[in-house]
């Protein structure tokens, strides 16, 4: 018969032995779902790595395609007093008046929005109800029993289309037509899913509508090539601030052509001009015409758009909320 000792050590070498297993098969099972999840977050965009553009009162986030604008109201403004069940409505007041401001100075080519369509009732009245319609990002009081509201809209829908040249129209489908044969068979070659440039050595200020030329101007990528549907649901071209996060992302799909941009345009600033050997290798994709009329195009910023540490983002004077006579 065992005594009580053989017995002891037996149940704790069976308890250690099956703690041991247990966390074994845990290690096996956790670390590859936080090697996974720590991946995930080391690949997604941070707010400190994205195309900016700041205002006073506001931002343009171009990676996002949304804009965003702050509001206050306390209960002693300049236009006197508030009473507190107000104040909220009066913080909401100011974002829209600042985001409104804000759309119209997004750059369409040379212009702004205002300098390009302030005299057209039918736009400016859309600008105002896109504001209207943004959402609440953020509200809180301050020390001073103020209210500040943060307000979001996006840049892609119903702004572009109603800022959008009318140039940019609706393509019809291309049929692709692949010529090359082999042996009486059709030979088929790789296939280009979008259009990378890399244009962060030319300091090259985000625009709503850029524009690809070669040297020696034949349009590569613009009005011409861009189908409006694409261009108003996704915008003409996306912007990102590192080739890496570009040739992730889903937009120009697994095998984009990748291009280095050579100079800005001298006086169209939505213009970026490459190589002629560049743009001959976008002209010999057969299916070049149905990525870019899919808008399926990424611009890589340099460090003046890229908001890669506090205060280094673009900034700009936001301008009066006055209409041009």
């Given at each position: 018969?065992?005594?009580?000792?053989?017995?002891?050590?037996?149940?704790?070498?069976?308890?250690?032995?099956?703690?041991?297993?247990?966390?074994?098969?845990?290690?096996?099972?956790?670390?590859?779902?936080?090697?996974?999840?720590?991946?995930?977050?080391?690949?997604?965009?941070?707010?400190?790595?994205?195309?900016?553009?700041?205002?006073?009162?506001?931002?343009?986030?171009?990676?996002?395609?949304?804009?965003?604008?702050?509001?206050?109201?306390?209960?002693?403004?300049?236009?006197?007093?508030?009473?507190?069940?107000?104040?909220?409505?009066?913080?909401?007041?100011?974002?829209?008046?600042?985001?409104?401001?804000?759309?119209?100075?997004?750059?369409?080519?040379?212009?702004?929005?205002?300098?390009?369509?302030?005299?057209?009732?039918?736009?400016?009245?859309?600008?105002?109800?896109?504001?209207?319609?943004?959402?609440?990002?953020?509200?809180?009081?301050?020390?001073?029993?103020?209210?500040?509201?943060?307000?979001?809209?996006?840049?892609?829908?119903?702004?572009?289309?109603?800022?959008?040249?009318?140039?940019?129209?609706?393509?019809?489908?291309?049929?692709?037509?692949?010529?090359?044969t082999e042996g009486g068979k059709i030979k088929k070659a790789v296939e280009h899913t979008g259009l990378v440039i890399d244009a962060r050595a030319l300091d090259f200020e985000p625009v709503l509508n850029p524009a690809v030329f070669s040297e020696k101007g034949d349009q590569i990528y613009g009005s011409l090539f861009i189908s409006r549907e694409y261009a108003v649901q996704f915008g003409v071209a996306k912007y990102l601030c590192t080739m890496e996060e570009a040739l992730e992302d889903r937009r120009t799909g697994p095998n984009p052509i990748v291009l280095k941009?050579?100079?800005?345009?001298?006086?169209?600033?939505?213009?970026?001009?490459?190589?002629?050997?560049?743009?001959?290798?976008?002209?010999?994709?057969?299916?070049?015409?149905?990525?870019?009329?899919?808008?399926?195009?990424?611009?890589?910023?340099?460090?003046?758009?890229?908001?890669?540490?506090?205060?280094?983002?673009?900034?700009?004077?936001?301008?009066?909320?006055?209409?041009?006579?």
């Open positions: 018969m065992p005594n009580h000792l053989s017995i002891h050590i037996f149940r704790k070498k069976y308890i250690v032995n099956s703690l041991t297993a247990l966390f074994f098969v845990l290690v096996t099972i956790v670390q590859p779902a936080y090697a996974e999840k720590k991946k995930e977050t080391h690949s997604r965009k941070t707010p400190e790595n994205q195309c900016m553009t700041m205002f006073e009162n506001g931002c343009i986030n171009w990676s996002e395609g949304l804009i965003t604008a702050t509001g206050r109201a306390g209960p002693d403004e300049d236009g006197g007093p508030i009473s507190p069940e107000s104040i909220p409505g009066a913080a909401k007041a100011d974002a829209i008046r600042n985001l409104v401001t804000i759309f119209k100075t997004v750059k369409i080519g040379k212009k702004t929005v205002r300098e390009k369509l302030a005299f057209d009732d039918a736009v400016m009245a859309g600008i105002e109800k896109t504001a209207s319609d943004a959402s609440v990002a953020r509200q809180y009081y301050t020390s001073d029993t103020a209210m500040v509201i943060k307000l979001k809209a996006p840049i892609r829908g119903g702004f572009l289309q109603l800022v959008l040249p009318d140039e940019i129209r609706e393509i019809p489908r291309v049929k692709q037509i692949e010529k090359d941009g050579l100079r800005k345009g001298q006086e169209n600033r939505n213009v970026l001009i490459i190589k002629n050997a560049d743009a001959q290798k976008v002209e010999k994709a057969a299916e070049r015409h149905t990525f870019l009329k899919k808008c399926a195009v990424i611009i890589v910023l340099g460090e003046k758009s890229c908001c890669r540490s506090a205060g280094s983002c673009r900034s700009v004077p936001q301008e009066p909320q006055a209409e041009a006579p």
